[in-house]
Nanobody, 119 residues
């Protein structure tokens, strides 16, 4: 299993970024099983913080309260790729963003992509 994130960068407050996570070694959703996939972030000096999850089968989504209305998680099952569209970014969103397989407990993580929000 391999998860590879991309799309991070530096943006000004109010800006947008779209993160991607290309997954290999397993299939997001098959006829008899669908994985939950999540985005988890870690700010400097803090522990990991769950941001959002999606069931890759039925597309049900979940969000941390502070990102609701600003972030949108999605997936493309044909490409086995997870996305996180982030709008109206603020400095508190600065962190290393990881995609992970699972919704509460995670068995695989990517290497992370850095998001920095600064004026």
């Amino acid at each position: 299993v391999r998860l590879v994130e991309s799309g991070g960068g530096m943006v000004q407050p109010g800006g947008s970024l779209r993160l991607s996570c290309a997954a290999s070694g397993f299939t997001f959703s098959t006829y008899d099983m669908s994985y939950d996939m999540s985005w988890v972030r870690q700010a400097p000096g803090k522990g990991p913080e769950w941001v959002s999850s999606i069931n890759t089968g039925d597309g049900t989504t979940y969000y941390k309260d502070s990102v609701k209305g600003r972030f949108t998680i999605s997936r493309d099952n044909a490409k086995n790729t997870l996305y996180l569209q982030m709008n109206s970014l603020n400095v508190e969103d600065t962190a290393l963003y990881y995609c992970a397989r699972g919704d509460i407990e995670y068995d695989y993580w990517g290497q992370g992509t850095q998001v920095t929000v600064s004026s």
